[in-house]
């Protein structure tokens, strides 16, 4: 076997975009527009919706990558790459799914369901600061900016430097 399944691929992709559009644009774009704008509400709402559906996507790659056969583990040549290689994408996992979770933490404690959803035409709160959830969110999102540029940098060591196609394992063609 030397690809991953088609559909673990495709996901890997879709949400690798999903997540840069999300951390580059949907973030700092809401952080931008006063809670009393009344686009902020438009974008938020759209920025949760999108959220979820990176979880959901996360979720279904996660049982895929678990029931799938995959290719041997890639090997850097140095076992403290391999193991932080692992590790590293662990860590991708755990910290998409822990920005999903905070996310709807915020959600809940700020009520943005209802106020977002529902009917109660209810404003924005003043500040996102003030709920646990959000710093939470924050830092996540940082430590997975960290993580991906780590990501890169690995497909860049394998790809320029050992020279070994590692990124064919994660494009469209036959497995075996």
């Given at each position: 076997?030397?690809?991953?399944?088609p559909v673990l691929v495709g996901l890997h992709w879709l949400v690798a975009a999903m997540i840069i559009i999300a951390?580059?644009?949907?973030?700092?774009?809401?952080?931008?527009?006063?809670?009393?704008?009344?686009?902020?509400?438009?974008?938020?709402?759209?920025?949760?919706?999108?959220?979820?559906?990176?979880?959901?996507f996360m979720l279904v790659r996660l049982t895929m990558r678990l029931l799938s056969s995959n290719p041997p583990a890639a090997d850097a040549g140095k076992k403290v790459l391999n193991s932080g290689a692992k590790a590293?994408?662990?860590?991708?996992?755990?910290?998409?799914?822990?920005?999903v979770a905070?996310?709807?933490?915020?959600?809940i404690s700020a009520d943005l369901f209802e106020i977002a959803f529902g009917q109660s035409g209810a404003?924005?709160?003043?500040?996102?600061?003030?709920?646990?959830?959000r710093?939470?969110?924050?830092?996540?999102?940082?430590l997975l900016m960290i993580l991906i540029a780590m990501h890169v940098a690995g497909w860049a060591y394998?790809?320029?430097?050992?020279?070994?196609?590692?990124?064919?394992?994660m494009w469209f063609g036959k497995r075996m």
């Amino acid at each position: 076997m030397k690809r991953y399944h088609p559909v673990l691929v495709g996901l890997h992709w879709l949400v690798a975009a999903m997540i840069i559009i999300a951390l580059f644009i949907g973030g700092p774009g809401l952080v931008a527009l006063e809670n009393d704008d009344p686009t902020k509400l438009f974008g938020l709402t759209g920025h949760m919706i999108w959220g979820l559906v990176v979880g959901a996507f996360m979720l279904v790659r996660l049982t895929m990558r678990l029931l799938s056969s995959n290719p041997p583990a890639a090997d850097a040549g140095k076992k403290v790459l391999n193991s932080g290689a692992k590790a590293a994408h662990l860590g991708l996992y755990v910290l998409v799914l822990a920005m999903v979770a905070s996310g709807i933490g915020i959600a809940i404690s700020a009520d943005l369901f209802e106020i977002a959803f529902g009917q109660s035409g209810a404003p924005l709160p003043a500040d996102f600061s003030v709920f646990k959830a959000r710093m939470v969110h924050g830092a996540i999102a940082t430590l997975l900016m960290i993580l991906i540029a780590m990501h890169v940098a690995g497909w860049a060591y394998h790809q320029f430097y050992l020279r070994d196609g590692l990124i064919r394992r994660m494009w469209f063609g036959k497995r075996m």
